[in-house]
Structures are given as structure tokens and as C-alpha cells.
């Protein structure tokens, strides 16, 4: 941090709303530059701060911190904060992945305590209690799953109130706490949760990469790889995706892919950046690149339309909240997936996207203490 900004809150704004009314994750440098040049953004969150400053007004009572922790296949994110309305985060900590499934009991625990740990450290706290947290975890659908995880979070005092659930409804609670609506993540996997204002749930996708996760990253990247390889054998006309793969892979030629993917033995996680590629190429008109966004967009929109029609929303007025990497970070696909909704007769009332699904943690952590 420069001389100038320490000592200093930081802006910790978690979405913005463009000049549709809807909303939209606001990236890291939008504390600095002002609004995303896709709309005159304006806040629509309280300011917090971060960092051993905010904690200097006096003694903290940790009873009155709240936790709100995000834990899936790429990484975990913890945020501790204080407030009247846990409006203030005062320390942040990440660490790697938590998904019991992807990396084990033990690597999740481990990672899970890296990023609680840092997140005290960043506000210059000793680790205590909180009075309450929320871990939204991959992975943690069934009792049996949460079992040890849940054991470890009492054993360690992580919070005198805790609740764990799966990180798909973190997002729930960012813009759907008390009305009806679904959430899509669409990552290294992808997965649809709805609430209906009843209290009923229900969920479609989230089957992993060997039979699920249809239009995630890991699909399109796979799916990419796989038009590369048909235009190398003649199978398919050129793409740009065969060159484009090459050079990430430092490949000369395209039998090296082979070696380059399966020797290697590339995460599923790092697979799934290689999407990137695919969205690269759509952009300079490739016709493979194109036809595999709008399946993925398709298959994505049936997850949607499923949970629409399991919960029995209105399909004419959908409040969606969208989040992970690919969701985030790439607009040509949220275009599509409207478009792919709107044949399947989905009309959107109103678009949210999270870049941080902690946030919904940290909310719900903020509920638990309230009540």
C-alpha cells in the first residue's frame, strides 16, 4: 500500500447497478476508477473497511464480529466484519481450495484455517469466537459431507453460532433472502439453485466433470480441446481454436496436446481457465467457438428452466443472481444465456452478479447474530 493510503477505510463495494436497473459484480478496481465503463454505476452497499485500522477505535468483543467464509474448488475466501449491520469488513484472508470431494477432508480444514487465520491477522485480531459464521462450502450437500467439517468448526470455537451449507446458496442471500428467484454458478463447474418466498429450495447441475457440470468452464474448455483436436484430424473445418490451444499449451505441433494434457496431469481447475481460449476465439467470429458458447449457454438455461419449474416461479419475472469466474468475467456468455432463456420463455425482472459469493455469507452470518 503507497504512503497516501495508509491508515485509510477502503472501499469494499461488492456490486454496482448499471443503467438497466440491473446489477452487476463490481471488479476490484472499481474503488479507484470510479464506475464500470459498461454503465454509470452507482453503490448500492455500505463502505467498509479493512485492515488493523478499523479495529483501533478500541477493544473488539469478538461476540460481536460476524464470519462469513466461501469455499470452493479454485479457492477460499473469509471475511470477518463488524457494524450494526456487519456492513463493515475489517479483514480478509484467502487461501486455496475447500471442496472436501476435490481435495480431501484434511486439505479443506487446512485451507479453511489458512483463510480464517489470515482474515484475523488483516485485522490485526487475535483468532476468538465470533458471534456468528457462516461457511458456504462445495462439496457439503450430505450430512455424512458436513459431518467432519462441522466437527472441526466446533472443536476449533469458530463461532457461537455456526451454520454450514453449500456455497450455491450463499447467493441466495445476497439478493433473494425474503422473495423467489435462482442463482446460477457458472465456474470451473456450474450448478442452479432457486428459493421460492415459501421457503422451499431446489437445485439442477452441480453433478461434477465426469457427468455434470454442463456449460461450465471445464465443459467449454473441454469442448474447445475437442474441436481443436477434429480440425487437426480433418474431422472439421479450421478453427482458430487449434492455433490458440497450441500456444497455451507450448504445443508445436497438435499430437504434443496429447502429452501436454494427460501427462501433465493439469487440475481440473487449470483445465478450466483454458475456457478462456474458447471466448477468445468467438470474439474474432470462429464458428466453433461460437457454436460451443450457445450450447453451453443452452445447457445452462435448461438448469434455470428446471428450477423454475420445480419451484413453480414465474417464468416472466425472474430475479437471477449469476457468479463464478466465467459468469463474472465474461459477458459474451451472460448475453447468450439471456438470449437461451428467453427461448425457453424466461423473461429476467432483474440480473445480479456477484463477483464475491462470500458476501452472501457474511449476510447470512449478519441474519444468525440479529436473531
Given at each position: 500500500?503507497?504512503?497516501?493510503?495508509?491508515?485509510?477505510?477502503i472501499v469494499e463495494p461488492l456490486w454496482w447497478r448499471g443503467e438497466n436497473g440491473h446489477r452487476g459484480a463490481s471488479p476490484e478496481y472499481f474503488s479507484s476508477r470510479g464506475s464500470p465503463s459498461t454503465g454509470r454505476g452507482r453503490r448500492t452497499t455500505p463502505r467498509g473497511t479493512c485492515g488493523p485500522a478499523a479495529a483501533r477505535g478500541g477493544a473488539v468483543n469478538h461476540s460481536e464480529l460476524i464470519l462469513g467464509v466461501d469455499g470452493g474448488g479454485t479457492r477460499s475466501l473469509a471475511w470477518l466484519a463488524s457494524g450494526p449491520g456487519g456492513d463493515q469488513v475489517i479483514g480478509r484472508g484467502q487461501a486455496?481450495?475447500?471442496?472436501p470431494q476435490a481435495v480431501g477432508v484434511a486439505?479443506?480444514?487446512?485451507?479453511?484455517?489458512?483463510a480464517i487465520g489470515a482474515a484475523f491477522a488483516a485485522a490485526g485480531l487475535s483468532r476468538g469466537a465470533v458471534g456468528a459464521a457462516c461457511l458456504g462450502l462445495a462439496g457439503v450437500d450430505r450430512p455424512s459431507d458436513r459431518a467432519p467439517i462441522e466437527q472441526w468448526a466446533v472443536q476449533t470455537a469458530i463461532g457461537k453460532q455456526l451454520k454450514i451449507v453449500n456455497d450455491a446458496m450463499l447467493l441466495l442471500q445476497v439478493d433473494l433472502p425474503d422473495t423467489s428467484g435462482v442463482a446460477l454458478i457458472v465456474g470451473t463447474g456450474s450448478l442452479a439453485v432457486g428459493c421460492h418466498r415459501d421457503g422451499r429450495?431446489?437445485?439442477?447441475?452441480?453433478?461434477g466433470h465426469l457427468?455434470?457440470?454442463e456449460g461450465s468452464g471445464y465443459a467449454i474448455a473441454v469442448a474447445g480441446l475437442r474441436a481443436a483436436a477434429q480440425a487437426a484430424d480433418g474431422r472439421a473445418p479450421h478453427s482458430d481454436l487449434l492455433p490458440r490451444f497450441l500456444a497455451a499449451l507450448d504445443c508445436r505441433e497438435p499430437a504434443s496436446l496429447v502429452p501436454a494434457i494427460y501427462q501433465s496431469q493439469l487440475p481440473r481447475a487449470q483445465i478450466a481457465a483454458l475456457a478462456q481460449l474458447v471466448f477468445a476465439a468467438s470474439d474474432t467470429g470462429d464458428p466453433a467457438a461460437i457454436a460451443i458458447l450457445a450450447q453451453a449457454a443452452s445447457a445452462l438455461s435448461e438448469m434455470v428452466s428446471a428450477v423454475i419449474q420445480r419451484l413453480d416461479l414465474d417464468r416472466q419475472?425472474?430475479?437471477l443472481v449469476l457468479s463464478g469466474g466465467v459468469a463474472v468475467n465474461q459477458p459474451i456468455l451472460r448475453k447468450t444465456l439471456r438470449d437461451a432463456l428467453g427461448h425457453r420463455g424466461v423473461g429476467i425482472e432483474s440480473l445480479t452478479v456477484v463477483a464475491h459469493p462470500v458476501v452472501g455469507a457474511v449476510a447470512a452470518a449478519q441474519r444468525m447474530l440479529s436473531h
Open positions: 500500500m503507497s504512503g497516501a493510503g495508509r491508515g485509510r477505510a486455496g481450495p475447500s471442496n486439505a479443506a480444514i487446512a485451507n479453511l484455517e489458512q429450495t431446489a437445485r439442477s447441475g452441480g453433478w457427468f455434470g457440470d419475472q425472474l430475479r
